[in-house]
């Protein structure tokens, strides 16, 4: 069974400019979601959806960030204009509707802004 | 207040020796679940072991288990007879359920190394 996969890996950017991720869950999961990581700590909810529908985006800043899941499946997030505070390990997990809801994690992609 | 403390930002164990990681969470719902998570220098997110609020058996999964003191809110991972490749971060998740709905939240990070 394939994984979460996320692209690019690896993103080097200068501030202000424009940045997408993108994720692809494990087929058949109806919640996916996107976490950011700073340095030296966990993971942060940004986004969850349970479906096309976000269902928790309060962690979201929502004067720069942005995300969208057209279809249930497919998901993107992106960050417009990108700050230097942004840098960070972005995560995408999707999970099932099992009774632990187990989250299945991506590589993630890192992002530099310089 | 921190919903998930994890105390110790590192640890060293022997190869071979058991080692127990601690996590402690604050929560008043009565309803949620722990996780443990290893994160290893590759940065994926690797699920080691779960723990409902209602389970009555700590859980376990190979050379993990979960040590359960709902009365302290503590949920200790402890891994028995430690390998080289247990070397990375591990991190301790609860998710709280709410009507409709739930939140997960992770701790700090304990990294882990081990010596041969």
């Known amino acids: 069974e394939a994984g979460v996969v996320q692209s690019p890996r690896y993103k080097i950017i200068e501030k202000k400019q424009p940045v997408a991720f993108w994720c692809n869950p494990i087929?058949?999961?109806?919640?996916l979601y996107w976490y950011r990581q700073n340095l030296g700590q966990g993971p942060e909810l940004l986004i969850r959806y349970e479906n096309e529908e976000a269902v928790d985006d309060s962690q979201l800043p929502k004067d720069r960030f942005s995300a969208e899941r057209l279809k249930g499946v497919d998901s993107t997030l992106k960050i417009q204009p990108a700050e230097l505070g942004d840098s960070a390990v972005y995560l995408c997990a999707s999970g099932g509707r099992g009774v632990d809801n187990e989250q299945f994690f991506g590589p993630g992609t890192r992002l530099t802004v310089l | 207040a921190q919903k998930i403390t994890q105390t110790q930002p590192g640890m060293f164990v022997q190869e071979k020796e058991a080692v127990t990681l601690d996590c402690t969470y604050d929560t008043s719902d009565p309803s949620y679940g722990l996780f443990w998570y290893k994160q290893p220098s590759s940065g994926e997110m690797i699920f080691l072991i779960y723990q409902g609020s209602y389970d009555q058996q700590n859980a376990t999964e190979g050379r993990y288990s979960l040590n359960f003191q709902k009365a302290r809110k503590s949920a200790n991972l402890v891994i028995s007879a430690s390998q080289l490749g247990d070397s990375a971060m591990y991190f301790c998740?609860?998710?709280?359920?709410?009507?409709?709905?739930?939140?997960?939240?992770f701790g700090a990070g304990t990294r882990l190394f081990v010596k041969a």
């Open positions: 998740a609860m998710r709280e359920d709410y009507t409709g709905g739930f939140k997960t939240i």
């Open positions: 087929s058949g999961h109806n919640t």
